[in-house]
């Protein structure tokens, strides 16, 4: 049972390329979530999936697209990187109210 | 958006010593949630809370949620080096894709 999984763990990107992180968990959960992390900001929710077949925008969608592939399976895409997306990456589930088990993380730097 | 202002933002302290952390938002939340996140590592849910004035333990930690439903407080007692982390506490007011507010962390160090 490896809960929620991330990959890669890093990258480094140029400005304009492309790039997509994976995240697959199995716990069965029906909602997903793509988070990012700046220092002093806490988290910021990107994109959301409440249930398969279905995503909604977060608080900062900009610049990114979501993907919900089957019940596992959430993945987010960075059409063309800007500096402004270094970060770091969380994917987490949940199926109770709140109670989110998040990934271990992706760190993103946008040169 | 909106997020939830959590106090203090960073604390030093010796071991053995107790830990309290607030945080407070404009408005109501129906779940408060308490988060612990280790260097390198993603956030780990510690505590839930789901009535208003709640008052819950899981090990030396100590959550209660506010009579107001706009905040919540966590307690560590006889702190330990593993204790070093950021703590995020959360609210979720209601919502079928269940979306959560975090605040911005407290960055607690513990000196051995």
């Known amino acids: 049972n490896a809960g929620v999984t991330q990959t890669p763990k890093f990258q480094v990107l140029k400005t304009g390329q492309s790039m997509t992180l994976q995240c697959a968990q199995d716990?069965?959960?029906?909602?997903m979530y793509w988070y990012r992390q700046d220092p002093g900001m806490g988290l910021r929710l990107i994109y959301y999936?409440?249930?398969?077949?279905?995503?909604d925008k977060g608080e900062v969608p900009n610049g990114y697209n979501v993907s919900r592939l089957n019940k596992r399976e959430f993945s987010l895409r960075l059409e063309s990187a800007a500096p402004s997306q270094t970060s770091v990456y969380f994917c987490?589930?949940?199926?109770?109210?709140?109670?989110?088990?998040f990934g271990p993380g992706t760190r993103l730097t946008v040169l | 958006g909106q997020q939830l202002n959590q106090s203090p933002q960073s604390m030093f302290i010796q071991e053995g010593e107790d830990v309290s952390m607030n945080c407070t938002s404009s408005?109501?939340?129906?779940?408060w949630l308490w988060y612990k996140q280790d260097p390198g590592e993603g956030p780990v849910l510690l505590i839930a809370l789901y009535k208003a004035g709640e008052l819950t333990s899981n090990g030396r930690l100590t959550a209660q949620f506010g009579i107001t439903r706009k905040d919540s407080f966590l307690n560590i007692s006889a702190s330990i080096p593993s204790d070093v982390g950021i703590y995020f506490c959360a609210g979720q007011l209601s919502g079928g894709y269940q979306k959560v507010t975090f605040g911005t962390g407290t960055k607690l160090q513990v000196i051995p």
């Open positions: 716990m069965n959960h029906n909602s």
């Open positions: 999936s409440a249930s398969e077949g279905t995503t």
């Open positions: 987490a589930s949940s199926e109770r109210a709140g109670t989110q088990y």
């Open positions: 408005s109501i939340f129906n779940t």
